[in-house]
């Protein structure tokens, strides 16, 4: 084995670590090749179209369901809350997201590793017939760094920060998602309910009546043509109620895949759509609900994910360059091993510029181009999908609020004719036709009422979410 003479650095320090000091200084020199990103300019209009609420604006909280004062619905969203699987998945969306943002600051930092290595072998002397026996122990410490003059890698890493920022957006528009569908389905299965139990109310009613009017045929007082219409009052009425029941249960089955149970672990038994209080919503100036939308955040993010990768694309144009050291001790015996004469040290550099890659490289690049330009479309019909959805919300609240005090009316005023007909026709001033009709119209009268009731409910949700359910953009530093 051949001996290695040490060399002495002028300052006193190992060569290696004097190079991985200058990593930092020469990747302050570094430039950067790619588009600096602007945001896209979309002017909101000054305000909503649809008159909202006078009073001062105020946005949803982040517990905005808390304010229809239903138990049974903060319950459910609870539980939705830790057991959805959608919640879930975008939960492992954004920890998948984490993991390529770490691997994506790797290259922006050293590589350090150490190996050790000892032989011993047996070899004849040259031109003799002697044989010898030696050692070789060899401990090394290597580093290497790919300086980022281009800043590649810093796109590439700033790519993946906002791939996970748009990831952490996404769970949050799932959320709102889907707690606003836990409050939706659990007030259609009240509606549904207050619809059965109207039916049900309603067929008591008709049977009540037919079974007068079957005294009253044989009485001679009533013909058997008003027994036959009021029979198939009561068997129209009673063929309503099996698809009630069928929605009903839907629904409920509906509700338990939104909190992650199974079918036969949900059973809405209690409460009705009166009980539900209706929260004021005053939303605030358009300008300000791009920052409360996390769908919007998230198209953003990923817009400028992939003007990060534009950046990165343009980069591979340019060389490469990496710098190696290596650094330790090499002897024939552990005795000196760690002595200076033992020392030994290697540094390099190395520049690769590509020449020919097929059209790889450039077929990258317009691919990044052509990704960025169907983000930016994305992030217009996002931002524009947003101020229409509180638009559409805005006027569907307002037309049924209108709807239910008018239906509200309605009912009122065929619950007073049908008592009026039903006193009147056993006094025997009117005909049983005339009940007949009052007493199909309050059926229809009410059971409109309950729907109206749940559009009205299914209105204010609609808003909650399009106004962004009380989330508020950030700042994050990267």
Known sequence: MHAVQPSTHPSGRSPVAGILTGIAALALGACTVGPWYHKPAIAPPQSWTTAANPAAPEWPAMDWWRGFKAPDLDAYIAQAETANDDLRAAIARVEEADA???????????????????????????????????????????????????????????????????????????????????????????????RLRIAESNLGNAAEVLRGLRLEERAGTATALDVAQQETVVDTVNATIPPLRQQLRQSEDALAILVGSTPEAIAVTRGQLDDIALPPVRPGLPSELL????????????????????????????????????????????????????????????????????????????????????????????????????????????????????????TEEARRAYRFADAQMHAGTINVLTLLNTETTLFTAEDALAQAKFAHLQALVSLYQALGGGWRLESEPL
């Open 100 to 194: 390529q943002r770490r691997i994506a600051l790797a290259p922006l930092l050293p590589t350090l590793g150490a190996s050790a290595a000892a032989s011993r072998g047996r070899q004849p002397v040259a031109n003799s017939a002697v044989y010898q026996t030696s050692n070789d122990f060899n401990p090394l410490v290597t580093a290497s760094y790919e300086l980022d003059f281009w800043g590649k890698n810093r796109a590439g890493y700033q790519a993946a920060a906002y791939t996970e920022k748009a990831s952490r957006y996404d769970r949050t528009t799932v959320e709102l998602t889907v707690l606003s569908g836990v409050a939706t389905t659990y007030f259609q299965t009240l509606e549904l309910r207050d």
């Open 291 to 410: 920052a409360r939308r996390p769908d919007v955040a998230e198209a953003e993010a990923q817009l400028i994910a992939a003007n990060a990768n534009i950046a990165a694309a343009r980069a591979a144009f340019f060389p490469s360059i990496s710098l190696t050291a290596n650094g330790g001790y090499e002897s024939a015996a552990l005795a000196t091993l760690l002595t200076p004469a033992s020392r030994v040290w290697l540094i390099g550099a190395d520049l690769t510029q590509p020449i020919f890659q097929g059209g790889a490289i450039l077929g990258q690049y317009r691919y990044s181009q052509a990704r960025y330009r169907e983000l930016l479309a994305d992030y217009h019909k996002a931002v524009i999908s947003a101020l229409a959805n509180v638009e559409d919300a805005l006027i569907a609240v307002q037309q049924t609020e209108d709807q239910v005090a008018r239906q509200l009316q309605a």
